[in-house]
């Protein structure tokens, strides 16, 4: 059944919100997938702020025109679906490759390119893009990185107050006197 005109507008329209709040999608080539399987990659890429959605070629085309994104017509045919990532594409196509190969979509699904940051990214690129860290693991490398200096304070300023308390012990010692520290 063909789609109207004012629901076509529609359907680009939110496309074109999608593509704005994000920082860029993977396509990927689908046959065969049952809803359940479908479901379960949904949640998979939920868990990494992503978002996996069927449309019309034509009108995603029509959104990342409007969205004054490049066109990567060469990936926008056929059944296709689009994963899409909120600020977090290594995260995003780190879970999409994942869940393919842990649920053996090899046959069902193949990653054919996509888009990162207005670049045009093929398959393997889409792969080395989900070895980068995940927006956590740059967080976690981060607050290390703020971390590491305090604790080297704390250790320095421990061993000094150890110091200390040493020369004082030895002291007290060679005084012949009862050691308060000893107590």
Known sequence: MP???????ELVAEYVEILNES???VVVQTQGLSVSQI???RNALREQNGRYLVAKNTLIKKALETADWAIPEHLLTGPVA????RDNMPGVSKALLKHIKDEEFDEKMQVTGGMMNGDILDAQEVEAVSQLPTLDELRAQLAGMVVAPAQGIVNAIHQATG????VLQAYLDEQGEASPVAE
Do not use: A, L, P, T
């Not at 789609?3 to 507008?9: G, L, P, V």
């Open 3 to 9: 789609i109207s005109k004012e629901r076509k507008q």
């Open 23 to 25: 920082d860029g999608f």
């Open 39 to 41: 479901q379960g990659m």
């Open 82 to 85: 689009y994963i899409f990532g």
């Open 163 to 166: 110091g200390v308390v040493n």
